[in-house]
């Protein structure tokens, strides 16, 4: 990669509105949806038990006022965000390289997750071979999903060492091109792409309905939250918005260290290894260079919060059982800051009387019944 | 209640175009939901194996071509399309009677399902007390669901006898007008608002978006398939088609005899009573009376078919993990019989080389994710 710091500079809404135009006909326009029990609950201050054993002890609990727009990304293909940076960055491979290089080429990626698929996905639609290194002790369906999208899985110890050496092993045989997760400049823009829908679609939700904003004359959203792993989707919505009023912050889980942004924030230096079980487990990784480039600059992003598991399974308690709409635990964080983290309740209650209009990325759905059963036994 | 073969003439397509003129401003508009992946799956012939041990061992697995628009009734106020009813029975009410006399009567209603809580709604917003009788064994999140929407909870047994005596006894207190939730004519026509919405969505849709449709060159909807429990939504829905090519379908549980439309049907007779603990818990009771006088009527429902537990869990499955939709087991049985049910399947598959697009209503979402745990442990 060339120097981040350098890099951060071409990262501009301009390259997300040039991302958009390559992707538009390979992804889902996810659909904008708001929640009046959702503004209502999270509109109303916590108990003061609830915040007993916490920071907030014994202080009067925060009262802002919040009107939710959730970016359902949980209905994007292969049911995450991530859908956008593939498809993005391998379009760009091919604009650059020419389709016949990257068809003889192939491109391969290490992930057990949702990128996998995606990439997985997009190098099927495009007619490009697609090596996928997991884990092999990855969970079957994960596996058997990534193998639907036609990609070759080949597997690989758990270790990062030798997950890299099969890598390299299979590109010196293959040739095959090397998309990373998150750490990658067009992944970034690609991801950004779901802030520019959000903008759009929320302008233009209010045309027809005014009365869901707290702005009903007319405005921007005041904030936009997503969660925060590797940080390609944070760092992409921040720049989209770096030129507008709109406020962004990152999300994370603080189990065993996992919000180690949210830390690198206050030391200064981004933390460059993280070892967190967290049940948000797309968000186990520690944030990339360049994203940190993006997420550190005051300008960009706001600020970056944290929340515990039983905050983000009570966030998920409430999307499913009330608002209907299945996502996935790392999907939630943004929201459990909203309705949990009195920190950032406290910054809305102090910044605006009237109240925020708030953008939610609902950043993916792919759980199991299984799983779900499991986190509430 | 009047005589049902009598009451039955009264209920027309006008009938219900009149209900939506009432409720519209009280009700939402849910969306109209497209699936491919359901599409694909239910587009291909099941497994051999899968038809071991079923009346279809042996033959030849049907191989129908679908194309389903799900009308979304999860996304309804309080999560279920009986907030149409309730709000329909309760303007009536007061159209009849004047607001003063319905206002200073209240209404009442028995039940520990979606029809407590639309009743409470319905009463709450227009400004008259409602009285639910509830069994003291309900599950106290139904209970604060009905008090939280400001009706008075009242406790009775769980039989029908002691149920009716404390109805009785409120009402000869009170004066509290009843209404029933499922079979009653204003009930019905209410349901009936889902089938017209579902239809214009429909037609709407296709004008966007015609490669869709099995029927690019514009089209009715081939068939609509809803559950069947009381009978409500599915003589509402078979009122409004009535006059139209639609087909309209029903769908039952078949465990312990949940089925007693079907076998009905078979019989020639209404089966008055039925003792099922299907996890379909909306679909445990006998149609009622004016109900069968509409779903018996060959003309207005073309047949009612049914599944079993499995094949309900196993639909479940797939509209939380691949729709990522929250769904209640009773909403998922009319897609359950277009996945599984081998005698609707062929049906299909004779009547129509090009395929059925199909109609299928979400009926609600109301569950927990302890319940969806204990289903999938």
């Known amino acids: 990669m060339a120097d981040p710091s350098v890099l951060v500079q071409s990262l501009t809404p301009a390259a997300i509105d040039a991302a958009y135009v390559l992707i538009q006909p390979y992804v889902h326009r996810t659909p904008l949806l708001t929640c009046q029990t959702l503004?209502?609950?999270?509109?109303?201050?916590?108990?003061?038990?609830?915040?007993?054993?916490t920071p907030s002890e014994g202080q009067t609990p925060a009262n802002p006022t919040f009107r939710?727009?959730?970016k359902c990304e949980n209905y994007?293909?292969?049911?995450?965000?991530?859908?956008?940076?593939?498809?993005?960055?391998?379009l760009r491979l091919i604009a650059e390289r020419g389709k016949e290089e990257v068809q003889k080429r192939?491109?391969?990626t290490h992930s057990s997750g949702n990128h996998a698929q995606a990439l997985a996905l997009a190098a099927s639609t495009?007619?490009?071979p697609a090596y996928i290194i997991m884990p092999s002790i990855s969970t079957p369906s994960k596996i058997a999903g990534t193998q639907s999208h036609g990609a070759e899985v080949i597997f690989s110890g758990s270790t990062s060492v030798e997950r890299e050496a099969v890598v390299a092993e299979v590109q010196?045989?293959?040739?095959?091109?090397?998309?990373?997760?998150?750490?990658?400049f067009n992944i970034i823009c690609g991801q950004g792409t779901s802030a520019l829908e959000l903008e759009a679609q929320y302008q233009a939700l209010l045309k027809e309905e005014p009365q869901?904003?707290?702005?009903?004359e007319g405005n921007a959203l005041d904030a936009v939250i997503t969660p925060i792993g590797g940080g390609g989707l944070n760092a992409g919505v921040a720049t989209f918005f770096s030129d507008k009023t709109t406020?962004?912050?990152?999300?994370?889980?603080?189990?065993?260290?996992?919000?180690?942004?949210?830390?690198?924030?206050?030391?200064?230096?981004?933390?460059?290894?993280?070892?967190t079980l967290t049940i948000a487990d797309g968000l186990r990784t520690p944030v990339g260079l360049l994203n940190w480039e993006v997420i550190s600059d005051r300008n960009k992003v706001a600020g970056v919060y944290a929340v515990t598991e039983e905050q983000i399974k009570a966030a998920m308690r409430l999307v499913l059982e009330r608002m209907k709409v299945m996502i996935e635990p790392s999907a939630v964080v943004g929201l459990a800051v909203c309705l949990y983290n009195e920190e950032f309740r406290r910054l809305v209650e102090k910044e605006a009387s009237q109240g925020w209009d708030v953008g939610i990325v609902f950043s993916g759905g792919n759980t199991t019944v299984e799983a779900i059963g499991k986190l509430f036994s």
Chains 1, 2 share one sequence.
């Open 212 to 216: 869901l904003s707290l702005h009903p």
């Open 126 to 128: 495009l007619g490009v």
């Open 68 to 70: 939710f727009f959730f």
């Open 76 to 90: 994007q293909r292969i049911g995450a965000f991530k859908a956008r940076g593939a498809f993005h960055a391998l």
């Open 106 to 108: 192939g491109v391969i």
């Open 247 to 275: 406020k962004v912050f990152g999300a994370e889980p603080s189990l065993e260290g996992g919000d180690d942004c949210r830390r690198g924030l206050d030391a200064g230096e981004r933390v460059p290894a993280v070892s």
């Open 39 to 53: 503004n209502t609950i999270a509109s109303a201050p916590q108990s003061p038990e609830t915040l007993a054993g």
């Open 172 to 184: 010196a045989k293959t040739g095959a091109i090397l998309v990373p997760p998150y750490d990658d």
